[in-house]
Protein backbone atom coordinates (compact mmCIF):
# COMPACT_ATOMS: atom_id res chain seq x y z
CA UNK A 1 0.00 0.00 0.00
CA UNK A 2 1.74 3.22 -1.42
CA UNK A 3 1.17 5.90 1.84
CA UNK A 4 2.82 9.13 2.86
CA UNK A 5 2.93 10.70 6.32
CA UNK A 6 3.70 13.77 7.59
CA UNK A 7 5.04 14.99 11.18
CA UNK A 8 6.48 18.43 12.84
CA UNK A 9 3.76 20.89 12.41
CA UNK A 10 3.30 22.41 15.86
CA UNK A 11 3.15 26.16 17.26
CA UNK A 12 6.25 28.64 16.33
CA UNK A 13 7.32 32.19 16.89
CA UNK A 14 7.42 34.52 13.04
CA UNK A 15 11.08 34.24 12.91
CA UNK A 16 11.82 31.13 13.86
CA UNK A 17 12.27 27.94 12.47
CA UNK A 18 10.41 24.38 12.14
CA UNK A 19 11.12 21.20 10.20
CA UNK A 20 8.44 18.88 8.49
CA UNK A 21 9.09 15.46 7.85
CA UNK A 22 7.12 13.04 4.97
CA UNK A 23 7.91 8.83 5.41
CA UNK A 24 6.71 7.15 2.40
CA UNK A 25 6.03 3.50 2.24
CA UNK A 26 5.25 0.76 -0.09
CA UNK A 27 6.33 2.52 -3.08
CA UNK A 28 5.83 0.76 -6.59
CA UNK A 29 7.72 2.53 -9.18
CA UNK A 30 11.45 3.79 -8.94
CA UNK A 31 11.24 7.10 -10.26
CA UNK A 32 9.21 9.20 -7.75
CA UNK A 33 8.32 13.04 -7.04
CA UNK A 34 7.59 13.86 -3.58
CA UNK A 35 6.08 17.49 -2.86
CA UNK A 36 4.71 19.86 -0.14
CA UNK A 37 1.63 21.85 -0.08
CA UNK A 38 -0.44 24.22 2.22
CA UNK A 39 -3.70 25.20 2.88
CA UNK A 40 -4.73 28.11 5.01
CA UNK A 41 -8.35 28.26 5.70
CA UNK A 42 -10.90 29.46 3.01
CA UNK A 43 -7.76 29.26 0.83
CA UNK A 44 -6.83 26.88 -2.08
CA UNK A 45 -3.67 24.31 -1.68
CA UNK A 46 -0.62 25.92 -2.75
CA UNK A 47 2.00 23.98 -3.79
CA UNK A 48 5.52 24.97 -2.11
CA UNK A 49 8.56 22.83 -3.31
CA UNK A 50 9.11 19.54 -4.47
CA UNK A 51 12.04 16.70 -5.19
CA UNK A 52 12.38 14.21 -7.31
CA UNK A 53 13.90 11.57 -5.42
CA UNK A 54 15.93 9.53 -8.27
CA UNK A 55 17.85 12.88 -9.22
CA UNK A 56 17.62 15.07 -5.59
CA UNK A 57 16.68 18.09 -7.65
CA UNK A 58 14.34 20.30 -6.33
CA UNK A 59 11.90 22.84 -7.46
CA UNK A 60 10.57 26.14 -5.37
CA UNK A 61 7.45 27.90 -5.71
CA UNK A 62 8.01 31.78 -6.09
CA UNK A 63 6.49 32.69 -2.28
CA UNK A 64 8.63 30.10 -0.61
CA UNK A 65 12.35 30.15 -2.25
CA UNK A 66 15.23 31.41 0.04
CA UNK A 67 12.76 30.39 3.17
CA UNK A 68 12.03 26.67 2.49
CA UNK A 69 14.27 24.00 1.61
CA UNK A 70 13.09 20.35 0.45
CA UNK A 71 15.38 17.83 1.13
CA UNK A 72 15.78 13.66 1.32
CA UNK A 73 17.31 11.15 3.23
CA UNK A 74 16.92 8.23 1.39
CA UNK A 75 18.08 5.69 3.69
CA UNK A 76 14.35 6.63 5.78
CA UNK A 77 12.32 6.93 2.98
CA UNK A 78 12.13 10.61 4.65
CA UNK A 79 11.26 14.16 2.63
CA UNK A 80 12.28 17.18 4.95
CA UNK A 81 10.79 20.74 4.49
CA UNK A 82 12.85 23.03 6.21
CA UNK A 83 11.07 26.14 7.33
CA UNK A 84 13.34 29.43 7.92
CA UNK A 85 12.27 32.71 9.15
CA UNK A 86 8.60 31.90 9.13
CA UNK A 87 5.90 34.65 8.85
CA UNK A 88 2.20 34.60 10.48
CA UNK A 89 0.85 34.08 6.80
CA UNK A 90 3.03 30.70 7.13
CA UNK A 91 -0.17 29.36 9.34
CA UNK A 92 -1.71 26.60 7.40
CA UNK A 93 -2.08 23.01 7.34
CA UNK A 94 0.91 21.74 5.35
CA UNK A 95 0.74 18.57 3.49
CA UNK A 96 3.28 15.79 2.00
CA UNK A 97 1.78 14.36 -2.08
CA UNK A 98 3.40 11.96 -4.40
CA UNK A 99 3.68 12.20 -8.12
CA UNK A 100 4.04 7.89 -8.12
CA UNK A 101 6.30 7.06 -10.81
CA UNK A 102 6.33 10.57 -12.31
CA UNK A 103 9.06 13.40 -12.84
CA UNK A 104 8.44 16.93 -11.87
CA UNK A 105 9.85 20.00 -14.15
CA UNK A 106 8.41 22.24 -11.33
CA UNK A 107 6.14 22.46 -8.16
CA UNK A 108 2.94 20.06 -9.60
CA UNK A 109 -0.35 21.08 -9.47
CA UNK A 110 -2.55 19.62 -7.26
CA UNK A 111 -4.20 17.23 -10.57
CA UNK A 112 -1.43 15.69 -10.56
CA UNK A 113 -0.82 14.27 -6.95
CA UNK A 114 -1.48 10.74 -7.05
CA UNK A 115 -1.10 10.47 -2.99
CA UNK A 116 -1.57 12.50 -0.25
CA UNK A 117 -0.66 12.28 3.69
CA UNK A 118 -3.22 13.43 6.15
CA UNK A 119 -1.66 16.99 7.09
CA UNK A 120 0.03 18.56 9.41
CA UNK A 121 -0.96 22.00 11.35
CA UNK A 122 1.61 25.07 11.61
CA UNK A 123 0.63 27.79 13.58
CA UNK A 124 2.89 30.94 13.58
CA UNK A 125 2.54 33.65 15.95
CA UNK A 126 3.21 37.68 15.73
Known amino acids: QVQVMESGGGSVQAGGSLTLSCVGS????????VAWYRQAASAEREGLAA????????KYADSVKGRFTISQDPAKNTVFLHMNNVKPEDSAMYYC???????????????????WGQGTQVTVSS
Open 97 to 115: ALVHGGYCFDVPPVSRIDF
Open 26 to 33: GYIYPGNC
Open 51 to 58: INLNYNNT
